[in-house]
């Protein structure tokens, strides 16, 4: 996952990215941690997914811009809006499974590495 700054997300926002998928965290939440275990777990076994995270504890304002209740947030971005917000992070399938569809739409297909 790729550490972003408010500034450098809302710079790929007014791009309006086709996909942008973004794990919002703070460093002492254990959750945060477990969850971010499986996003890089899913981020290295698919070429396409690409994340960036965002320690939200820098950037408050942009907590309440995006109206993020709480962490581990996952938000999903298509085009510059925001189309989904995910706060339980259950397992790696679970993960993959409410991934797939919007990675299907942005032209790509996860495939597994080494296919």
């Known amino acids: 996952m790729i550490e972003l700054t408010a ?4 710079h790929r926002l007014q791009e309006k990215q086709e996909l942008f998928i973004l794990f919002v965290y703070t460093p002492l939440c254990g959750t945060c941690k477990r969850a971010a275990s499986m996003l890089e777990i899913l981020e290295q076994t698919y070429d396409q997914l690409e994340l960036g995270q965002l320690n939200i504890n820098h950037y ?41 569809p ?11 590495k080494g296919e």
């Open 102 to 112: 919007y990675v299907k739409r942005d032209k790509h297909v996860l495939t597994i």
């Open 60 to 100: 408050p304002q942009f907590a309440q811009k995006w109206h993020i209740q709480s962490v581990p947030c996952l938000l999903v971005f298509q085009k510059g809006l925001g189309t989904k917000r995910v706060y339980a992070f259950h397992s790696i399938p679970a993960l993959y499974s409410l991934l797939e």
């Open 7 to 10: 500034g450098q997300i809302e």
